[in-house]
DNA sequence: GTGAAAGCGCTAACAC
DNA sequence: GTGTTAGCGCTTTCAC
């Protein structure tokens, strides 16, 4: 049967109260008692119980993330980063995958606030921030991740690429390029419209004319690369620009399959990417811009914790920014 | 404040037991009654605590999952896989992150384990059977993943790449390579020590030299790569097989950085890997060995489902095959 | 067809 | 310095 801590009490001779206040040292216990509580837990073998723990508390410990695609490394490496900040302060962390799917996201934000998770991380895939918000409890914690509403009504951490964007279509200009084509992630995302409004300012900006069918937008996921990048080939891009980190890790091996080679037949392209090695070795052949993903991992992870803490404090909207590496540049 | 069942009871006018048996279909209630609890719930906006539940009734509805690296594709999708199965049985899926760390692994059992999950899916970086063995308590649910101990003691799943590893080797022989180099992950992985031996077995029975400074092991993280490459590149290999997924991901890339052109310069290099896109280009430059990852996710979530259900059913050992694409062959 | 009430294991007043 | 005990919100037995 289960040990209790009633069992623990009474083979160290003490009170049940003794008993929890010499684990948690919550009050001072005398050292003799305490050795004989420790005997006890040690000859029973007793393990206190999460869930009566939490139950009784009203913490859980453990923190909640919605995410659009945990095989998406991107996203693994969040979490990856999140979790270390997490589990160091004594935290778990539950997943929830929606695979870009409002109804998914629905129904997780539902069962995580029902009192299983202490907070929740959400990188939401909703089309509308009143959605989202219809669905949260009032106060309970939240930090948007990677994308956000714009709402200032709860904290998020992203990372802005408008700058580097709107300097690599720029450059891509200034070496007399002109059908400069891009490749964005799913629509209604709030990353996929702040990218492509810095590409149409760019271009703007430089002179060159805006054509509807040079934007280009996939799903968010592996496989929507290739015919993106077909329908800009088509429509004669001498440059392209792939703006989404999945979408744009593919990307080259697909053009070499065609055999068309980054800077020479397409001259250039350019990245919006995490920092994966394997893209590190062609430096010389596009630009890329480089998000700070651990980054916003750790910071969503204290940001959470921060919440929990202090319900009351401010809401912060931290945005970070990415490292452009044109062309040419080794990374870091 | 917190709406309890006790509101919901009461404003409905009825017993906390009517209204448990109303939401969990536990026992006959009549139209009427069942109407009114409802609409005191809709009135209220009551949620049942799930920490409260899942005390009472011992069952968490929670399953944990401890990965050595979820930013590592293979295990983000194994992730997901799992989660998408469990979720649709109305469970949740905890993630503990290992880096390939044995203390983190131990910390992480013992959290898990202590209440907090009903199961366990473990891809283990541990290096001996009884240092897992010891963490668990007796009878606790596990399945282990994709890492195996063929202790007979859990049930597992995972796959065999000794064929494919060892047909490869010989498809090299047979094209004339002598000196094939193996770049391996964690040495202490069972993963890892099959598919030497797969290498080693084929070596032989090619009738090729066995040198030790042939087999290479990296940490099966993703930086650990390039350095195993270049001393086989080193030691004169006209040919290499890249046995983790991780390492052999960023291997073209390297390769290509260093001007060596697979199946030209090296003639042929083979990967085990998961069924990345962006190899998928490169079908006619390289073995690959393609590992069913979803499918080895699905089956770990069914198994350990099965477990809470059937404590005492027979422990079962699935393994899986890999699917062999021999240079040239397009992929399914 | 429904209610009363006993706990699940723990924490934290309150009491001495 | 330690003990007594109420009660967190729910499920479930027993009773009618």
Chains 1, 2 share one sequence.
Do not use: W
Request: charged share 25%; net charge neutral; hydrophobic share 35%.
């Amino acid at each position: 049967m289960k040990v209790t801590i009633s069992d623990v009490a009474r083979l160290a001779g003490v009170s049940t109260a003794t008993v929890s206040h010499t684990i948690n040292s919550t009050r001072y216990v005398s050292e003799e008692t305490k050795a004989r509580v420790y005997q006890a837990i040690r000859q029973l073998g007793y393990t206190p119980d999460a869930s009566a723990r939490s139950f009784r508390t009203g913490k859980k410990q453990t923190i909640g993330f919605i995410v659009p695609d945990i095989s998406n490394k991107f996203f693994g490496t969040i979490i990856e980063s999140a979790e270390n900040h997490l589990s160091a302060q004594g935290y778990h962390l539950i997943i929830a995958n929606t695979k870009e799917n409002m109804e998914r996201e629905e129904t997780n934000l539902r069962l995580l606030t029902a009192g299983l998770v202490d907070g929740l991380l959400v990188a939401s895939t909703m089309d509308s921030f009143a959605r989202l918000e219809s669905l949260l409890p009032a106060g309970f914690p939240v930090v948007l991740v990677d994308r956000t509403f714009g709402s200032q009504k709860y904290s998020s951490v992203s990372v802005s690429n408008f700058q580097p964007i709107y300097r690599s279509v720029c450059r891509l200009a200034g070496r007399g390029k002109r059908r400069i084509g891009i490749v964005g992630g799913l629509p209604r995302l709030s990353t996929t419209k702040e990218r492509i409004a810095a590409y149409r300012a760019a271009m703007a900006d430089c002179g060159l004319p805006q054509e509807e069918e040079l934007v280009v937008c996939g799903d968010s996921m592996e496989n929507s690369a290739p015919p993106c990048l077909d329908r800009l080939l088509e429509r004669g891009c001498d440059a392209i620009l792939v703006c989404q980190g999945l979408m744009a890790s593919v990307t080259i091996a697909y053009l070499r399959g065609k055999n068309i080679r980054p800077r020479r037949d397409l001259e250039l392209v350019s990245f919006v990417d995490y920092d994966t090695r394997a893209y590190e070795f062609y430096y010389d052949q596009v630009d890329r811009i480089i998000q700070p993903v651990e980054e916003l991992g750790k910071i969503a992870g204290e940001q959470i914790l921060l919440r929990l803490e202090k319900p009351d404090a401010p809401v912060v909207e931290r945005v970070l920014t990415s490292e452009y590496r044109p062309c040419g540049e080794e990374g870091a």
